[in-house]
């Protein structure tokens, strides 16, 4: 029953308020229409009275949960689902718990783990205790699945999966009854105790509750709720082979939890009511008591050039078309955290695309408006020249001095620091041409500009290589110009350029990422590996400014009209390397119109 149309609602946004949303909507009713309801679990001993999630904070109104199931790393669509569950307990002064739904062994691992608690912490996001694992209840689903039993709502059946496949049935026919359907209760009991001893192959039996074959919701042919797989656990080791369902295990956790508001993405919404029929019936065996956790789905982020699917993602990673989880070009929180994107940009971005059911894909671009917000306050500004010309001042015969040059444009409180400026000099090659267009107001013949903090120059000729391309630019310095003494001021110049002293410019390598996807939407191709992008990442060797040899991984500075970069290592030839963050406007979406 998948939901997604994934041509609906391309490149819009989605229509939310920040703040606002149809979920904060429906616990505002909740809370006015019964504002002593104080959902407490409900006092009931339970079957094993440790359960540690029963605490004195269980009088809290409202209870979220974020339960990844560790079997990759978290991306951008979780941290939408991050700041909604987090975000509402913070907001209402409840709590979030985040909880592994950890019950297949298989693709889970420890690794997975504790990526998901640093990335969720990267984030800003607290669970005060409340970490759970959905592995810490499967006395409780082994015990409730003897329940349903017991009570003629579940049994084993011992159909080989394809032909449990063959009886379900499509979504326009009705599925047929198992022939094993109506085994007694003692001998489904008996096998499900042999099950969970080990005496049985994997595909030999599973457990099914025992609903409606003919159902017109799929989801209530009588689902699997237990399989056998003899698999070691990431916590549980070898302690069982039997393991139970997803959906059988959710709604179960949400209740033990005392979870107030279970909030799921769209492909749920079909499952809801099987969520409904596992808690009601143990509320009939009097195990849980109302009122239940109620489950509200909201639609999935998707954003454009980037696949938002483990799946996918784990297929980048093993088959080595990314440098690992956290390159900086991949849609994950390891990766964004390396590219440079701010926990607050993040933040911002899903307050700004908000939660509605509406499916759509995200324009990319929205979420660097967000990452541009973010860094512009908080990042010092420095030089750094990619393709460098070599420009001497013929008339400079000083040693060399220094410039005064602002950390930061709009707070001067953020001091100065010392550029080093002397006869020969690099500037950035785009800023000089030998036959301008009109409107170009940097360096060319005759043209006068300012060397941004130093001096104003004029250019009076310049050499070229046997290509024809500029080689050495000459000019001439006016010595009364100097940026901050009283003579700087008659000089009225349109252009402003940035340079390095040739002498004390050190190496950096800067890694340059475009779109990781050719197309929009990656998704919607047959094979979304043919859709790379094989020019997502260009190395460049640059010159920076002398101060940048002191920088420490993760520092983060916007380069003086190159964008943002991020410190991300040290080669072992001394030299650093910046990854761009992103560039200072939009010129993706110029380039490609
Ligand atoms: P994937 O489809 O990438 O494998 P998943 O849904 O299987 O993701 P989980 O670890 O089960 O991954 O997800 C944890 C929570 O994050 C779930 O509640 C899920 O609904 C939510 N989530 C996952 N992807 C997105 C997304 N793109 N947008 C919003 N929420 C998401
Ligand atoms: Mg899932």
Same mark, same amino acid.
């Given at each position: 029953?998948?939901?997604?149309? %994934?041509?609906? =609602?391309?490149?819009? !946004? ?79 002064? =409840?709590?979030?718990?985040? $909880?592994?739904?950890? %019950? ?6 420890? *690794? ?5 608690? !640093? ?38 059946? #011992? ?8 009886? $379900? ?33 994997? *595909? ?44 059988? %295990? ?60 483990? $799946? ?47 499916? #759509? ?10 990452? $541009? ?37 709009? %707070? ?17 090659? /785009? ?26 120059? *004029? ?110 290592? /040290? ?23």
């Amino acid at each position: 029953m998948n939901k997604k149309n %994934t041509n609906s =609602g391309l490149m819009s !946004n989605e229509p939310s308020k920040p703040g606002i949303n149809f979920i904060r909507n429906i616990i505002d009713n909740d809370l006015k229409n019964n504002p002593q309801n104080n959902r407490k679990w409900a006092g009931k001993p339970m079957p094993h009275s440790e359960f540690k999630g029963s605490t004195e904070q269980d009088t809290v109104a409202i209870r979220t949960r974020f339960p990844p199931e560790p079997n990759g790393y978290l991306h951008l669509g979780h941290a939408k689902s991050i700041c909604l569950n987090f975000g509402i307990a913070n907001d209402y002064h =409840g709590l979030c718990h985040l $909880r592994f739904d950890d %019950t297949n062994p298989v693709s889970e691992n420890s *690794e997975y783990v504790e990526s998901i608690i !640093n990335s969720v912490r990267w984030l800003g996001f607290d669970w005060d205790n409340q970490l759970f694992y959905a592995s810490d209840y499967f006395d409780y689903l082994y015990s409730f699945a003897i329940k349903f039993i017991e009570n003629g709502d579940a049994y084993v059946d #011992s159909l080989s999966s394809d032909e449990i496949k063959d009886h $379900r049935g499509t979504l326009t026919s009705p599925g047929k009854n198992s022939p094993f359907r109506n085994r007694a209760v003692a001998e489904n009991l008996d096998i499900f105790e042999k099950m969970r001893k080990g005496n049985f192959k994997e *595909e030999c039996h599973v457990v099914r509750l025992k609903i409606d074959m003919e159902s017109p919701n799929i989801n209530l042919r009588d689902p699997v709720i237990y399989r056998i797989r003899h698999h070691s656990h990431h916590k549980t080791g070898k302690n069982w082979c039997v393991y139970p369902m997803y959906d059988y %295990t959710h709604c179960i956790s949400d209740a033990l939890e005392n979870i107030t508001y279970s909030l799921c993405t769209l492909e749920f919404e079909d499952h809801r009511v099987l969520y409904d029929w596992i808690l009601e019936k143990l509320v009939k065996y009097q195990i849980f008591e109302n009122p239940l956790p109620k489950q509200y789905e909201f639609s999935r982020l998707n954003l454009t050039h980037i696949v938002l699917s483990k $799946r996918k993602l784990v297929q980048l990673v093993s088959e080595k078309y990314v440098d690992g989880w956290d390159d900086p070009r991949m849609p994950t929180l390891v990766g964004v955290k390396r590219r440079g994107y701010p926990p607050e940009s993040i933040k911002l971005f899903c307050d700004r695309i908000g939660v509605s059911k509406a499916d #759509s894909i995200i324009d990319y671009s929205l979420l660097e408006d967000c990452v $541009r917000e973010s860094l512009n306050n908080s990042c010092y500004r420095k030089f750094v020249i990619f393709n460098p010309i070599k420009l001497i001042i013929e008339n400079y015969n000083e040693a060399e001095e220094f410039c005064d040059a602002s950390n930061h444009p709009k %707070t001067p409180e953020n001091g100065t620091r010392k550029l080093p400026f002397s006869k020969e000099l690099w500037i950035e090659s /785009t800023d000089f041409l030998v036959n301008p267009p009109k409107g170009f107001f940097r360096l060319f013949p005759g043209n006068i500009v300012r060397l941004k903090f130093g001096y104003v120059i *004029e250019c009076t000729r310049y050499e070229i290589d046997e290509n024809g391309n500029p080689l050495t630019v000459y000019c001439r310095y006016f010595p009364d110009s100097k940026s901050g003494t009283a003579g700087s001021n008659k000089y009225k110049v349109k252009g402003n350029i940035h340079w390095l002293s040739s002498k004390h410019a050190i190496k950096c390598e800067i890694n340059l990422f475009d779109r990781l996807f050719k197309s929009a939407n990656p998704s919607g191709c047959d094979n979304f590996l043919t859709d790379l992008n094989q020019n997502s990442k260009v190395i460049v060797n640059a010159l920076g400014e002398p101060s940048l040899a002191q920088t420490r991984k993760g520092d983060q500075f916007q380069f003086e009209r190159h964008g943002y970069f991020i410190m991300d290592d /040290t080669k072992n030839n001394g030299i650093p390397v910046f990854n761009r963050t992103v560039t200072l406007r939009d010129t993706w979406v110029k380039k490609n119109k």
